[in-house]
């Protein structure tokens, strides 16, 4: 019984160090990715006035897949990666493409 007491707190250890060593700065990288690919497709598509799936081709190479959708009624574009992040940018006239604030 001893021994399966120790095994759940190394397991518990191990997790909590995959969480704060690699989770957590992963996580804050895919935040990144997703709002440039957020700006990025945005200006293409409502300034440039391109098809978004022609603005795919343009997104810089990352560590992580992005996946775009847009709202056009709103003249948005958000960018995803999964399990990770979302980041939305929105077209203003005179202003260009906006991140909305991250959500913390």
């Known amino acids: 019984m001893r021994g399966l007491g120790l095994l759940a707190l190394l397991a518990l250890a191990i ?3 995959f969480v704060m ?3 957590r700065p992963a996580q804050a990288t895919a935040r990144l990715e997703a709002a440039r690919a957020a700006r990025v497709a945005c ?3 409502y300034v440039g006035g391109r098809t ?3 603005c795919e081709k343009d997104m ?5 897949p992005v996946s775009l959708s847009q709202d056009p009624a709103a003249h948005t ?3 995803s990666v999964p399990l990770a992040a979302a980041q939305t940018a929105t077209y203003r006239k005179g202003w260009g493409c906006l991140l ?3 959500q913390d």
């Open 60 to 64: 810089p190479p990352g560590r992580f």
């Open 100 to 102: 909305q604030p991250w």
């Open 52 to 54: 978004l799936g022609d």
């Open 43 to 45: 200006s293409c598509r």
């Open 77 to 79: 574009v958000t960018a």
């Open 15 to 17: 997790g909590a160090a």
């Open 21 to 23: 060593l690699v989770w």
